[in-house]
């Protein structure tokens, strides 16, 4: 760990002389490409009414998603019931799915290790 820490104070210092050097202007760039989403006057208090209106939609679409959640899932179980009507494409398509799922599922185990394939550190 010790052989490392100078290694990381380098790239450290190197990222805060990018970021001094590049960072002011980069921010500027990207607000005034993006001017038409800010909300004037910038203040702390537009910005708590925002994140409250936001928190609140948000909210108000559970039950549109909760009804959403049902009818996908009365759309598998009757998939299920007609199993002989089944074509092979619609098979693919859900061992695909099946496949895509357990991918971000290894992905997130590996992220959740510290980015390691072999195990935790211990």
């Not at 997130?108 to 390691?116: L, N, Q």
């Amino acid at each position: 760990m010790a052989t490392k820490l100078p290694q990381l104070q380098s790239k450290v210092t190197q990222a805060s002389e990018i970021l001094a050097k590049k960072g002011g202007s980069f921010c500027k760039q990207l607000l005034e490409q993006n001017k038409e989403h800010i909300q004037e006057p910038p203040t702390i208090e537009k910005c708590q009414l925002l994140a409250k209106k936001l928190f609140y939609t948000r909210l108000a679409s559970i039950p549109h998603r909760y009804d959403a959640f049902w009818r996908e899932l009365d759309h598998a179980k009757n998939l299920l019931k007609k199993r002989e009507e089944l074509n092979i494409e619609n098979a693919g398509i859900a061992a695909l799915f099946g496949l895509e799922c357990f991918a971000w599922f290894c992905a997130g185990e590996i992220v959740g290790r510290g980015f390691t394939f072999t195990g935790y550190y211990v």
